[in-house]
């Protein structure tokens, strides 16, 4: 990990950039197409990586220290039990166990506390717990498992064995329809934001779905987006969204008003610098092309973002293979 704390880095000068982990690999120390990052009930850094059609080698689960030291990785690319074709998200049950949502099949894997396989549910349909690309996934406190269903336009509320219990949203633009939901987060009242992909907006709710609230547009101003995905909101109430086509990160207060926005400023990881230390005659070359750095150092389709208590803000740089980390300086 490279650690370059220094000056407000944000726009408006709420942040500050700590560091970055992340290598493209297809295994080990290193990421293809991280798509969620959260941190789990054993304090370590989990990263789905999606991989592409070209490299589905590279279809995992990652986990490694929030100071970048890699541990292990579970889970593979196919159809088979604990396998997976296009990982969605990521979250973990009030248990410590993992789910895993995956587009292509259309259903949700569930690793135990040693992250080994345990069972798996759900199947293409419109029906109670099927599922028609299941996205983004959160438990709520009563320990209900929120599934954002992307194409059939609708969140549904399950039991942690999959079991249906209630839904809400239909296809359209008004208050509490969705056009390809994507994103969602619970905060500690137990209200649900979710990413209104199509419509580029979010939408609150609470705990059984009531429509509370909904900000943004389309654009690249203050306050709008372009298709906007991963989100989370921090424990003052901040709302944080992952504007995917606008490259950056909007950061929102608890009512929805702008506050601030993060573009990236990734450096060099670990993982690089080790595999630069082991290849010399690579790095030769790639000193002799740091006259375009600058553009590198920026969110290239952020997807997934979550946020600590201590402030520590982690991005999932999907199309850069990497995480960048931020410190929210009034934390």
Same mark, same amino acid.
């Given at each position: 990990?490279? *650690? ?53 080698? /590279? ?65 293409q349909g419109s029906g109670p717990s099927e599922f028609d690309r299941p996205s983004g996934l959160a438990f709520g406190p009563s320990g209900n498992l929120y599934v954002v269903d992307t194409l059939n336009h ?14 809400? /949203? ?28 199509? =419509? ?7 705990? +059984? /779905? ?8 389309? /654009? +690249? ?14 424990? *003052?109430?901040?709302? $944080? ?10 950061v929102f207060d608890s009512q929805g008003t702008f506050k601030d926005v993060l573009i990236g400023h990734g450096g060099m990881s670990k993982w690089a610098r080790n595999f630069l230390d082991a290849s010399p ?10 006259? =375009? ?20 803000? $982690? ?10 980390? $931020? ?5």
């Amino acid at each position: 990990m490279t *650690t370059e704390t220094q000056d407000p880095i944000s726009t408006h000068g709420l942040y500050t950039y700590h560091s970055v982990i992340g290598l493209l690999s297809p295994a080990g120390p290193g990421f293809s197409g991280p798509v969620s990052v959260t941190v789990g009930p054993d304090g370590m850094l989990y990263v789905a990586c999606r991989a592409n059609p070209n490299q589905p080698e /590279g279809v995992r689960v990652s986990r490694c220290t929030r100071d970048g030291d890699f541990l292990d990785q579970f889970g593979t690319w196919g159809e088979e039990p604990g396998e997976f074709i296009w990982i969605a998200d990521i979250a973990f049950s009030q248990a410590g166990e993992v789910y895993v949502a995956d587009e292509n099949s259309h259903r949700i894997s569930i690793f135990d506390t040693e992250r080994k396989f345990s069972r798996r549910f759900g199947q293409q349909g419109s029906g109670p717990s099927e599922f028609d690309r299941p996205s983004g996934l959160a438990f709520g406190p009563s320990g209900n498992l929120y599934v954002v269903d992307t194409l059939n336009h609708r969140v549904q509320v399950l039991t942690s064995d999959g079991e249906f219990i209630s839904e809400w /949203g239909s296809l359209g633009e008004a208050e509490g329809q969705f056009h390809m939901p994507w994103g969602i987060t619970i905060d500690q009242a137990g209200d649900v934001y979710i990413s209104d992909w199509r =419509n580029d907006r979010i939408q609150k709710f609470d705990a +059984d /779905g009531k429509f509370l609230m909904t900000f943004g547009s389309s /654009g +690249d101003g203050e306050g709008q987006f372009n298709r906007p995905n991963g989100i989370a909101v921090d424990s *003052t109430g901040d709302i $944080y969204v992952c504007d995917w086509m606008n490259d950056r990160v909007q950061v929102f207060d608890s009512q929805g008003t702008f506050k601030d926005v993060l573009i990236g400023h990734g450096g060099m990881s670990k993982w690089a610098r080790n595999f630069l230390d082991a290849s010399p005659d690579i790095e030769a070359k790639l000193e002799l092309a740091v006259h =375009n750095i600058e553009p590198k150092r920026r969110f290239y389709r952020p997807v997934s973002v979550h946020v600590e208590d201590d402030g520590k803000v $982690y991005v999932a740089d999907c199309y850069r293979h990497r995480v960048q980390i $931020y410190q929210k300086l009034s934390a």
